[in-house]
């Protein structure tokens, strides 16, 4: 069965007519090679499992690549957080969490006055999420902007389906390129206290650059996506308004739940493991649909509806070592907007349309001033 393309091409109908039909909730995609896991029961059961490890791109060793650009490929996914295993990550993972945690209780998180109409997410989605990661990494908002940028370069090329070797020519040139604004930026930032305090500093440039280069890529579009689906959330339930104040965090996590920025994570089996009638072979992936899986009504009644009584907790920051380090800056960030949601509540939906690719969800939002107020 070709799950991952369906889920591409219409993850509402593949969740509505097919799903309900998948008796283990985990099922092989011949295309993909991989394992689709749709449920709580089976990720519980295999992401903590040590023969599963992280998808790497260790496969790049096996292609005809010159050796400048391994070099470059390999330098940089050997320190990207969620690629690693074992030691490297948790060296990795503690850097990136030392920055995270030294700052995050720091952080200036007020959403501001709201006195714009149209699309929602380029006006207070982007700039919102730009200053808070301007906070944490200790740089300007237009420096974030362009370390965005220069990663989504990296990123387009490797989010398409087949690669040539021409186009991992490429990815190793933007990652250059990155690497010399990262030098730039931090070279001009040296003395400034804000950026001084910066844990990720003192590292040598082929550790700090792409680390940094992975803070603010994989922060920067879930954590978008996050805001548009909350005001789209606040917007649909004007109920909500009454409860903003006492109960931010669970409409903030039930936000979350019913709509997972990043639809998936992936691990690449290492050892022959049995589920079930899942027979998981060496090389085989197993990805975690954690959109299904939020939604998996064994533990969460009535799973397609906003409903502050799901006490369940869900699955949109991954589970196990590689939880998203960027949580509790994401909690408290979506919790303070929340809290000032009366903003938002001046407006109303004029359209919204619910973006599905293949690993992502996010959520276009034209608003406009609510006319009955
Ligand atoms: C709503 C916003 C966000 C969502 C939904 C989200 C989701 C996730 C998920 C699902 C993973 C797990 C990947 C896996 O298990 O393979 C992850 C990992 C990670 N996230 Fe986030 N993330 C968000 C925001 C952020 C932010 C703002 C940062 C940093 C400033 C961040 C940094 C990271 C890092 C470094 C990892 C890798 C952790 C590891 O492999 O140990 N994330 N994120």
């Given at each position: 069965m070709y799950i991952g393309q369906q889920l591409a091409d219409d993850r509402f109908a593949f969740y509505k007519d097919i799903?309900?039909?998948?008796?283990?909730?985990?099922?092989?995609?011949?295309?993909?090679?991989?394992?689709f896991v749709f449920n709580v029961r089976h990720l519980?059961?295999?992401v903590r499992d040590e023969r599963l490890l992280a998808n790497t791109k260790a496969s790049l060793k096996e292609?005809?690549?010159n050796a400048d650009t391994l070099q470059v490929l390999e330098q940089f996914y050997s320190n990207w957080v969620m690629f690693t295993d074992g030691d490297l990550h948790k060296t990795l993972r503690r850097r990136v969490n030392t920055l995270i945690l030294d700052r995050y209780r720091n952080i200036d998180?007020?959403?501001?006055?709201?006195?714009?109409?149209?699309d929602f997410s380029e006006l207070?989605?982007?700039?919102?999420?730009?200053?808070?990661?301007?906070?944490?990494?200790?740089?300007?908002?237009?420096?974030?902007?362009l370390l965005i940028k220069a990663s989504e370069q990296i990123n387009s090329l490797l989010l398409r389906g087949y690669l040539t070797i021409h186009d991992f020519d490429a990815v190793a040139q933007s990652i250059r390129q990155a690497y010399q604004l990262v030098n730039d930026v931090d070279s001009r930032y040296r003395d400034s206290d804000r950026y001084v305090g910066n844990a990720l500093l003192d590292l040598p440039s082929e550790q700090k650059y792409p680390l940094l280069i992975n803070l603010v890529s994989d922060g920067f579009a879930p954590f978008v996506a996050a805001l548009n689906f909350l005001a789209y959330n606040l917007l649909t339930h004007p109920e909500l308004e009454q409860e903003a104040d006492s109960r931010?965090?669970?409409?903030?996590?039930?936000s979350?739940?019913?709509?997972?920025?990043?639809?998936?994570?992936?691990?690449?089996?290492?050892?022959?493991?049995?589920?079930?009638?899942?027979?998981?072979?060496?090389?085989?992936?197993?990805?975690f649909d954690l959109y299904s899986i939020n939604r998996d009504p064994e533990c969460f009644p009535d799973p397609d509806c906003f409903n502050l009584a799901n006490t369940e907790r869900a699955y949109s920051f991954g589970a196990g070592k590689h939880l998203c380090s960027g949580n509790p800056l994401v909690r408290k960030a979506l919790g303070a907007v929340t809290k000032q949601s009366g903003q938002i509540y001046k407006y109303e939906l004029v359209d919204?349309?619910?973006?599905n690719l293949y690993g992502s969800t996010d959520m276009k939002l034209t608003i406009k001033k609510n006319t009955r107020l």
């Open positions: 799903l309900p039909g998948i008796r283990d909730q985990i099922v092989f995609d011949e295309e993909f090679n991989a394992w519980n059961l295999l292609l005809p690549l998180y007020r959403w501001g006055p709201m006195d714009k109409q149209g207070y989605a982007v700039p919102y999420v730009y200053n808070i990661l301007a906070q944490l990494i200790g740089i300007s908002e237009k420096d974030v902007a931010s965090d669970d409409i903030c996590a039930e979350l739940r019913l709509f997972p920025p990043f639809t998936t994570i992936s691990r690449v089996c290492s050892e022959e493991v049995q589920v079930g009638d899942a027979h998981i072979l060496p090389g085989q992936l197993v990805i919204s349309k619910f973006i």
